[in-house]
């Protein structure tokens, strides 16, 4: 697809849901009425309603604009297509972590955050200011932040409340339909493309999984839940990176049950969908455990170190608790 601006591709998506909604054979409505269901201009509802002509979906002649064919999964605008740089900053700053900067312990300047990101220090601070209530991120003079460490009780209070909101997500994506679900099938290729090439593409999976989960989060529709989510998602995310050891392995292993999830789907397997979706949150809580290394003074006797492939140290702890 040819790249558009977020409002553009955001209405085009919102078009091929309502083509899946209204059936071949039959009409959209007006242009006045799409624009204002849309909250977009006309001239950007020619733009689509062209697009969508070019693409055989529809013949448009005067006020008809008949349904021809219903729109195929890969026919939509991905996330990232449809987000501007602000809405992606989660998403933008989980993969900055993730791929090794900064490490524990390193300031964050607002100013060269908000230049890389290509935001305002504005949204930035704000960002930030979301996640230091938890003391993940700690506030310094001159708009310097530190990031640091959380503890081991920490991460199972965290789960608890993961597991709480996310069932109750995950049940209320599955009686959205068929129109919400493709959502979620849609990424069938992108699970397919990382389990073909682990090598090469396995470091793509946490910006893949972020994505999945998402999609229900949203349909939850809870401000409180989608920005607790985004702390999830740097925590989850940013920890897995300290082991490398089995990284590949666990990200193999969540790929594999994000698309039995996505099979139950196609298939309108609801009970499979929940029970594989069920399985898959288990397997988060433990390999979250295992992935993590505990910091000392979290009462773990730390004796070796293991060098990974990158060539990085790393303490692993003997799982004996003692009192420090």
């Known amino acids: 697809m040819s790249r558009h601006s977020s409002t553009f591709n955001q209405g085009y998506n919102s078009a091929l849901d309502l083509v899946r909604e209204t059936g071949v054979g039959k009409d959209l409505p007006t242009e006045t009425a799409l624009s204002n269901n849309w909250g977009i201009s006309r001239t950007t509802v020619r733009s689509i309603l062209a697009s969508l002509q070019q693409a055989g979906i529809i013949e448009w002649s005067g006020r008809s604009k008949e349904v021809l064919r219903a729109p195929k999964s890969d026919e939509y605008f991905s996330e990232d297509d449809t987000s501007s740089h602000a809405d992606r900053l989660p998403s933008l700053f989980m993969d900055y972590i993730f791929k090794g900067e900064p490490s524990l312990g390193d300031t964050l300047n607002e100013s060269l955050l908000a230049k890389q990101f290509n935001v305002s220090s504005t949204v930035v601070r704000e960002f930030l200011i979301r996640f230091s209530r938890f003391g993940l991120i700690e506030k310094m003079p001159n708009r310097h932040w530190v990031l640091h460490g959380f503890t081991r009780e920490f991460a199972e209070e965290l789960f608890a409340v993961r597991e709480m909101f996310e069932e109750r997500a995950f049940k209320r994506f599955l009686e959205a339909g068929d129109k919400v679900h493709h959502r979620a099938v849609m990424l069938k290729a992108e699970h397919e493309s990382i389990?073909?090439?682990?090598?090469?593409?396995?470091?793509?999976?946490?910006?893949?999984?972020?994505?999945?989960?998402?999609?229900?989060?949203?349909?939850?529709?809870?401000?409180?839940?989608?920005?607790?989510?985004?702390?999830?998602?740097?925590?989850?995310?940013?920890?897995?990176?300290?082991?490398?050891?089995?990284?590949?392995?666990?990200?193999?292993?969540?790929?594999?049950?994000?698309?039995?999830?996505?099979?139950?789907?196609?298939?309108?397997?609801?009970?499979?969908?929940?029970?594989?979706?069920?399985?898959?949150?288990?397997?988060?809580?433990?390999?979250?455990?295992?992935?993590?290394?505990?910091?000392?003074?979290?009462?773990?006797?730390?004796?070796?170190?293991?060098?990974?492939?990158?060539?990085?140290?790393?303490?692993?702890?003997?799982g004996k608790s003692v009192d420090r």
């Open 195 to 318: 389990l073909k090439n682990p090598k090469s593409e396995f470091l793509q999976f946490p910006q893949l999984d972020e994505k999945f989960h998402r999609i229900w989060i949203d349909t939850l529709d809870n401000r409180f839940v989608q920005d607790f989510f985004e702390l999830v998602s740097l925590i989850f995310h940013y920890h897995y990176r300290w082991n490398k050891l089995d990284e590949m392995e666990r990200n193999r292993d969540a790929a594999e049950q994000h698309l039995m999830i996505i099979t139950a789907l196609e298939a309108g397997d609801k009970e499979g969908a929940e029970a594989a979706f069920l399985n898959h949150l288990a397997h988060a809580k433990e390999t979250l455990f295992a992935s993590v290394f505990w910091e000392p003074n979290n009462r773990k006797i730390y004796n070796k170190d293991i060098k990974t492939t990158e060539g990085a140290s790393f303490p692993v702890s003997t």
